[in-house]
């Protein structure tokens, strides 16, 4: 697995896949005009690449994911600090957002990736609460700058779609993917 995820550790080891976990380092720099669900897609697809070559002879299938929180165009990647979590929730306050996820898994040449999208609505965070939620820390290293699974559980009024993916793993998609892989590999 091409990533440092926790949430995407637990969601495989509660399935019980053998799988080890090494950390691509890209570049996660959003180009330009880039749309979230492409950018989600390109980054995906860098950290399975990234992997790859780190990797050439690795005879097990390569996992390589990445989650984004989008406002129409906009892209919401992990805050670097606490005022840029704090700008974030207050934007994302009140309003539907996107969660994306893409996922690429394969070997050497063959890779194949699909998106799983879900929409979540914030409540209007008023303030006290979003000063408790940044003294956690819990934004850190989070998409968005919070998890659906902690304390900004609080903020979430509805969500349309797979909540494993606003957790970080879709992982019946990821399951569909695999079977995928195995009919491209089988040729079927």
């Known amino acids: 697995m091409a990533s440092a995820s926790p949430r995407r550790r637990?969601?495989?080891?509660?399935?019980?896949?053998?799988f080890e976990v090494w950390t691509p380092h890209v570049a996660?720099?959003?180009e330009p005009g880039e749309l979230p669900r492409d950018y989600a897609?390109?980054?995906a697809e860098l950290k399975f690449k990234a992997a790859n070559r780190r990797f050439?002879?690795?005879p097990h299938i390569i996992i390589a994911a990445d989650t984004i929180v989008s406002l129409g165009t906009e892209i919401f990647q992990k805050p670097e600090n606490r005022k840029q979590a704090e700008v974030f929730l207050?934007?994302?306050?009140?309003?539907?957002?996107?969660?994306?996820?893409?996922?690429?898994?394969?070997?050497?040449?063959?890779?194949?990736?699909?998106?799983?999208?879900?929409e979540v609505h914030f409540c209007k965070i008023e303030e006290q609460?979003?000063?408790?939620?940044?003294?956690?820390?819990?934004?850190?290293?989070?998409?968005?700058?919070?998890?659906i699974q902690g304390l900004a559980s609080f903020f979430v009024d509805?969500?349309?779609g797979s909540m494993d993916n606003v957790i970080g793993f879709p992982f019946k998609s990821f399951i569909r993917l695999l079977h995928e892989y195995k009919e491209f590999k089988s040729g079927r």
């Open 129 to 147: 609460y979003l000063k408790i939620y940044l003294d956690s820390k819990e934004w850190c290293d989070k998409a968005g700058g919070y998890a």
């Open 41 to 43: 897609c390109r980054i």
């Open 28 to 30: 996660e720099t959003v």
């Open 56 to 58: 050439p002879d690795c």
């Open 158 to 160: 509805e969500i349309k």
């Open 10 to 18: 637990f969601f495989l080891e509660q399935s019980k896949v053998n």
């Open 90 to 118: 207050k934007t994302l306050s009140g309003k539907w957002h996107q969660v994306i996820t893409a996922l690429c898994c394969g070997r050497g040449n063959h890779m194949i990736s699909t998106t799983e999208v879900s």
